[in-house]
């Protein structure tokens, strides 16, 4: 069951966030702390997501970085933004919620592992919505975008990948490394922009950080 609060307090029933979803005017922003694929509340995989950005409804979507080598729901998120979504990641995102042409929030209204059932708080309490929304815009100018290029079908990385951040984290320079691969300077500095984006990285140090914690490295880089 749904509640709804409007901006005079008094709850009412409503039907789930799929109307509200449907009929939504300019700007959909959604906030999940999800890092597997499972049910969800306010699940960002919803056919009325895709029909909304086909009649121009513009989609921004925050998950945590983890969501970049979970191989299923990377490439889900993947298709939505081949769709038109603006996705990005962040480290951590510490709570679930939707907004809806920014007049309306909603929350799961339990614990965010709820599942689909979850009982959902919808608010239309003008304050609440904007202090929620400048929550969410913090985060969101942090946050690294998610580009359906950065996801490989296993959302894993290549031998070649792998052997470079191998190098690199030896302390080989871009042209060392090009010269180790047998590629050029400009191809190993595409590779570890790419490699970056994927893991959600800011930096090189932090990109050697994510794969080693992942156990990408190679144990030898010959």
């Not at 939707?98 to 799961?108: E, G, I, M, Q």
């Not at 919808?122 to 929620?132: E, G, H, K, Q």
């Not at 894993?156 to 871009?174: A, K, N, V």
């Amino acid at each position: 069951m749904t509640t709804a609060f409007p901006t005079d307090r008094r709850p009412r029933p409503a039907r789930g966030i799929d109307p509200l979803l449907a009929a939504a005017r300019s700007e959909v922003l959604l906030m999940s702390t999800q890092t597997v694929m499972a049910p969800s509340p306010l699940g960002v995989l919803r056919r009325v997501n895709f029909e909304n950005l086909r009649r121009g409804v513009r989609y921004r979507v925050l998950v945590p970085d983890p969501v970049r080598t979970a191989p299923v729901l990377a490439l889900h998120l993947a298709k939505l933004a081949r769709a038109g979504a603006d996705v990005r990641t962040v480290p951590e995102v510490s709570a679930n919620a939707l907004f809806v042409d920014r007049a309306t929030a909603v929350f799961p209204a339990g614990h965010a592992d709820s599942g689909p059932a979850a009982d959902l708080a919808m608010i239309r309490l003008p304050d609440v919505v904007a202090t929620s929304i400048e929550l969410f815009e913090l985060r969101w100018s942090a946050a690294v975008p998610l580009l359906p290029s950065d996801l490989p079908d296993t959302a894993e990385l290549e031998f070649r990948e792998r052997r470079l951040l191998s190098l690199l984290s030896l302390g080989y320079t871009d042209a060392a490394a090009a010269d180790e691969l047998d590629i050029s300077v400009r191809t190993v500095r595409r590779m570890v922009s790419g490699i970056m984006n994927r893991l959600g990285a800011r930096s090189r140090f932090m990109a050697g950080a994510k794969a080693a914690e992942r156990g990408w490295l190679l144990g030898e880089a010959a």
